[in-house]
């Protein structure tokens, strides 16, 4: 068999001339049915018209097929054309969010120790105990206490 190779916009023709040509002898031999039948032959074929004009538009999956490109090394990336800044910063954004965050809370930590020793050190430092008192292993425990 011989193999012939068409330029889109001849299998655009082709196609069409097909679909004339049936179409025609479709409407031809619809003489002879009777009306109720005809009717309904009109009908599907109405549908089957728009149906055609709807699958010739272009579909979402088709816009998002546009946007792919395939990389290099085999990795399909959505948005082929050039990176712009705002999706860069919007990539690194939750990275950026989450560090900042660790050290609020690091920050927030560190605070509440030194404000829990400050308070230990105001109790010490406001009573009047004897030496003895500070080298209680207990001691820390009624300190954290809370007074009576």
Not at 73 to 99: E, F, H, K, N, Q
Not at 119 to 134: G, H, K, M, N
Request: hydrophobic letters at 45%.
């Amino acid at each position: 068999m011989n193999r012939q190779q068409f330029q889109p916009n001849q299998v655009k023709a082709l196609e069409s001339r097909l679909a004339a040509s049936m179409a025609a002898a479709l409407s031809e031999r619809t003489v002879a049915f009777p009306h109720d039948i005809g009717e309904r032959l009109r009908v599907a074929r109405e549908q089957a018209l728009r149906l055609a004009k709807e699958s010739r538009r272009p579909s979402v999956v088709a816009d998002v097929a546009q946007e792919l490109s395939l990389g290099r090394d085999g990795s399909l990336a959505l948005g082929g054309g050039p990176t712009r800044w705002w999706m860069r910063l919007a990539s690194v954004a939750p990275l950026i969010i989450l560090a900042l965050g660790l050290l609020l809370v690091q920050h927030w930590s560190d605070r509440e120790q030194v404000l829990a020793a400050a308070a230990i050190d105001a109790v010490l430092l406001s009573d009047d105990l004897p030496p003895t008192a500070y080298s209680d292993p207990g001691f820390r425990e009624f300190l954290r206490s809370p007074p009576p």
